[in-house]
């Protein structure tokens, strides 16, 4: 079964580092978004992403993160200057036109930082 | 934030009785739930949805039941398994928005 894939499963970077997170979506979706997950707390969306643009964020998507679908596959998220509240599992996701609103999820890049 | 709510943050059951997972929802705007299984460390993973024109949809054990005048949708997971115990969450969208609200999740644990 087609999957969405993520890389680094695990990242510790110091506080002021950047950070990208890489994710590869299932092939033919089109529909693309960054999701997060503070320990303790519950899923909370960041961004999605359609049409090679943000189409829609939250307040948590500050100045500080972006998005790019930088080839035909992959799809990431970068946080210029890590802060200690930015550790968190981030889940990439993904869905196609026709599925409704189905996303599917990856596994999860969990980001310490310290 | 409490647009979607999971009451009970923990559920056990015995194996080969019914789990029945609860989640209220305040934004009558939303019009399609879904419900995630979720392991430790893991994504996580679709298990059914609903959409707002109905008010049951059932896919082998799983069966999810809505409630619009209530704003309450329920998981009905029967027999239940040992493997059936993991987070369980409920999500919500809304019309013209392509987000997810989660709720908090509720810890499922199904006995022998």
Redesign the interface.
């Given at each position: 079964e087609p999957e969405?894939t993520?890389t680094p499963s695990h990242q510790v970077t110091q506080m002021g580092q950047e950070v990208i997170l890489r994710c590869v979506p299932i092939s033919n979706h089109l529909?693309f978004?960054w999701?997060r997950q503070i320990l303790g707390?519950?899923?909370?969306?960041l961004v999605?992403f359609?049409n090679n643009e943000i189409?829609?964020k939250?307040e948590i998507f500050d100045d500080q993160f972006s998005v790019e679908r930088p080839d035909g596959s992959n799809f990431t998220l970068k946080i210029r200057s890590t802060k200690l509240e930015d550790s968190a599992?981030y889940?990439c996701?993904s869905r196609d036109r026709v599925a409704?609103?189905?996303?599917?999820?990856?596994?999860?890049s969990?980001l310490t930082v310290v | 934030d409490q647009q979607v709510k999971q009451n009970s943050p923990s559920l056990s059951v015995q194996e080969g009785r019914i789990s029945i997972l609860n989640c209220d929802y305040t934004n009558s705007m939303f019009d399609?739930f879904?419900w995630?299984k979720k392991y430790p460390?893991?994504?996580?993973?679709?298990l059914i949805?609903i959409?707002s024109i109905k008010d049951k949809n059932e896919d082998g054990r799983f069966t999810v039941f809505l409630n619009k005048s209530a704003k309450h949708l329920s998981l009905h997971i029967v027999p239940s398994q040992p493997g059936d115990s993991a987070v369980y969450?409920c999500?919500a969208?809304a019309l013209n928005?392509?987000?997810?609200?989660?709720?908090?999740?509720t810890r499922l644990q199904v006995f022998p």
């Open positions: 969405v993520q529909y978004y999701y707390q519950k899923v909370e969306f999605s359609y189409s829609e939250s599992m889940f996701a409704g609103n189905t996303i599917y999820f990856g596994e999860g969990w | 399609y879904l995630y460390a893991e994504g996580p993973t679709f949805s959409s969450f999500a969208s928005t392509d987000k997810l609200i989660f709720g908090t999740g």
